[in-house]
């Protein structure tokens, strides 16, 4: 944790749950812990509900007469069709076209926005675009975001929240939990129906602790961070930059991917203009070195990341995240792939340090739940 300069107020509860607190983002998170078991976490989280402490995402607040204008000159997404109480994934480019960051656009008013984004340049893409305009920003590190996800999750919270099960994928509210005020979201990142409980972080450790205790009959358990590559694997959902370039270098290319090779072209609002990198998306299509794409394993082996990916002998891409489900009885993996790879059923052979040599096909992505009904359910 030597470079952490952030602090979750739930450290003295991962640390008794067995974790380092491993860097990421600049604050010490849960990546592990020695007590419980990632699989059974990934199981809660599909069948029950599980609750992570994700507040190594960055939150900055954006208020101002030109807020919405920052923010539509920084991110793809069109945010005058974005209403007070909804948000929006999107992502960031650079000058090249090439992403640097993705984030959820979360308008809280009129003039108001949140923006909750990850690792990469979303803080000083955002920054660029702020000074000398009318438009406060303000990195808010007390704001605590703790991921309850699960199909039981709006059970839980139906008990003590009214209205929850009325909000609607992408949607937030204004509320308060166990007597603390809070912002409600029905997002997540793990392919369930989920809600980011966005708090103080003088309140974080109560609602934790409260949650657990009392959702503990509900089969309700703490999970670890890398629990989620287990659920994003088969959801397709991409973490910046384990499945990117600045991980996996071209040889003979330039660094950075195109939305187009990524499959987040549906991030940019449809016919928009004007924010950084725009001209170069768009002029950048159909013109992928790669593309990220599924592969179907066979047997119940999961190789590493960064394990090769060969066609006909010849190393062809890599694997950037894999993973086995117990419940789904499959193992499937992210990986980077030629395009004339990222099709159905085109076998392939990955070369797993570990397991040796494991067949696999080619497959389209998500994995699990196709038509997203699981995080879209209502009611």
């Given amino acids: 944790m030597t470079s952490s300069w952030r602090f979750s107020a739930l450290a003295d509860r991962h640390r008794a749950l067995g974790s380092d607190l491993e860097d990421w983002n600049g604050m010490g998170t849960a990546w592990s812990y020695t007590k419980g078991d990632p699989v059974a976490e990934y199981m809660a989280i599909r069948t029950k509900a599980g609750l992570m402490d994700v507040s190594g995402l960055r939150k900055v607040h954006l208020i101002g007469a030109a807020a919405a204008h920052v923010i539509e000159r920084a991110t793809t997404r069109n945010v005058e069709k974005l209403m007070p109480g909804r948000s ?7 000058d090249g076209g090439k992403f640097v960051d993705d984030c959820v656009i979360y308008r809280t008013g009129p003039t108001a926005f949140l923006v909750v984004h990850g690792a990469g340049a979303g803080h000083e893409q955002l ?16 704001l605590h975001d703790l991921s309850l996800q699960g199909p039981l999750a709006v059970d839980f919270l139906a008990k003590h929240v009214p209205g929850i099960r009325d909000l609607a994928y992408f949607s937030h509210m204004q509320t308060s939990l166990f007597g603390k005020p809070i912002m409600i979201s029905r997002t997540g990142y793990t392919g369930e129906r989920g809600y980011e409980l966005f708090v103080r972080g003088q309140d974080a450790g109560l609602i934790w602790d409260r949650i657990l205790a009392e959702g ?33 270098p071209f040889d003979n290319e330039p660094g950075g ?11 940019v609002s449809p016919g928009k203009q004007g924010f950084r990198g725009a001209s170069e998306h768009y002029r950048l299509k159909g ?8 592969l179907k394993l066979g047997g119940e082996n999961a190789p590493g990341n960064g394990a090769p990916v060969f066609k006909d002998g010849k190393q062809v891409g890599v694997v950037t995240q894999a993973m086995h489900s117990p419940l789904n009885n499959h193992t499937v993996a992210i990986a980077r792939l030629p395009v004339d790879c990222a099709n159905n059923d ?11 040599e494991i067949a696999a096909v080619s497959h389209s992505m998500p994995f699990y739940d196709i038509e997203k009904k699981r995080r879209t359910a209502k009611g």
């Avoid at 929006?88 to 650079?94: D, E, F, G, I, K």
């Fill in 257 to 267: 991917d195109t939305l187009w090779e990524l499959g987040l072209d549906f991030t």
């Fill in 287 to 294: 013109k992928e070195r790669f593309k990220i794409w599924g």
């Fill in 216 to 248: 503990g009959d509900q089969g309700i358990i703490p999970c670890r961070f890398t629990t989620l590559d287990l659920l994003r694997t088969e959801s397709y959902l991409l973490f910046f930059p384990y499945d990117n370039s600045d991980m996996y």
């Fill in 127 to 142: 920054s660029m675009y702020a000074q000398g305009r009318d438009c406060h920003m303000h990195f808010d590190d007390n």
């Fill in 88 to 94: 929006v994934y999107a992502c960031m480019l650079n």
């Fill in 346 to 356: 085109t076998p392939l052979v990955v070369n797993c340090e570990t397991h040796g």
